[in-house]
């Protein structure tokens, strides 16, 4: 469906003194058909710009992406434009991306004035209540403006936002982590119904190892740029130190943003400075390794 090889994004500095920043460093990343890759790690460690890399927002410094077997890379114009509306976001923060002047049935139903192709004869109204009615809710909600709703009711309005072209692929970029308990399990439940219903590929970037348990059927890990493991069963039976630290945490399971400790060592393991099993190997960056259903960016991982 959607893979991404050796993805690096290096961010220049805009004035002197600073150092470049490599949020995204070498990353494959693949998600086929109906599937939801679940991707974990601490806040800023490069997640969210991996999707809006995806999203074809930002442009790769290095790698490729690649859309339903095309390469994105060079297309402009009309190519681009038929891609994008086969990829489409669900934000973390619904406000902010909601035009607070527009009532929701109007912010709900843009993308058919962006592509109104896709209509094939129907009805703007038509489809507002099919879309309203998917994600739950009321039609008196929908002539509201976003001030007027909850949290969750924006989030609703937004994933009816995304999924009104039956997108191939979603991501979702911490979509519940403004919500409380109660209304996050009835947006995943609803996401997840959703993606049944449409058979798209799906991305679900979150912090919270729970959320990833509920609704991912392979999770990657990402730490400093880097995916550093993937596959089946990542959080139960963790192979890489990092994995390891982060499934021990003994709180609701969140991650929050490491204390930097020292300076990286230029060509070593990202995770080296902070790594209790460190060896003169892991001063040499390790190639993902496979192991059955699992792949792991280490020298010295291990199964116990």
């Known amino acids: 469906m ?21 949020a995204v460093d070498n990353v494959n990343i693949r998600i086929e058909a109906g599937e939801t890759l679940t991707l974990v790690g601490e806040s800023g460690c490069g997640k969210s710009t991996l999707s809006r890399l995806l999203l074809l927002l930002i442009p790769p410094t290095r790698g490729e992406i690649f859309f339903e077997g095309q390469a994105l890379k060079g297309l402009k114009g009309k190519e681009l434009h038929s891609i994008r ?19 929701i049935a109007h912010s709900i139903c843009e993308p058919f004035r962006i592509h109104p192709d896709l209509l094939r004869g129907r009805q703007i109204e038509e489809e507002l209540k099919r879309l309203i009615g998917l994600v739950g809710l009321e039609p008196e909600q ?3 403006y976003p001030h007027q709703l909850s949290g969750g009711e924006l989030q609703r309005a937004v994933i009816a936002r995304a999924i009104a072209l ?12 403004m919500l409380d308990v109660s209304t996050q399990a009835s947006i995943i439940h609803l996401l997840k119904t959703l993606q049944q219903d449409l058979r798209c590929a799906l991305l679900f970037i979150t912090h919270d190892q729970g959320l990833a348990h509920a609704i991912g059927d392979r999770t990657a890990v990402m730490f400093a740029g880097q995916i550093v493991e993937e596959g089946q069963g990542v959080l139960d039976r963790p192979y890489h130190p990092f ?27 990202v995770y080296y400075q902070f790594c209790p099993k460190k060896t003169e190997k892991c001063l040499y960056s390790p190639e993902m390794m496979e192991y059955e259903d699992r792949r792991v960016r280490c020298h010295n991982f291990s199964f116990a």
Do not use: M, Y
């Not at 959607?2 to 490599?22: A, H, Q, V, Y």
């Open 2 to 22: 959607i893979e991404g090889r050796g993805l690096t994004k290096i961010f220049s500095p805009t004035s002197t003194g600073k150092n470049r920043i490599t």
């Open 166 to 177: 039956e997108p191939a692929f979603l991501i979702c970029d911490e979509p519940t982590s």
């Open 142 to 144: 929908a002539a509201r």
């Open 85 to 103: 509306k086969k990829i489409q976001i669900v934000p973390q923060q619904p406000e902010s991306s909601l035009n607070p002047r527009w009532k």
């Open 243 to 269: 994995t390891r630290r982060i499934t021990s945490i003994s709180d609701s399971g969140s991650l929050h943003p490491s204390e930097p400790q020292g300076k990286k060592i230029p060509g070593s393991c």
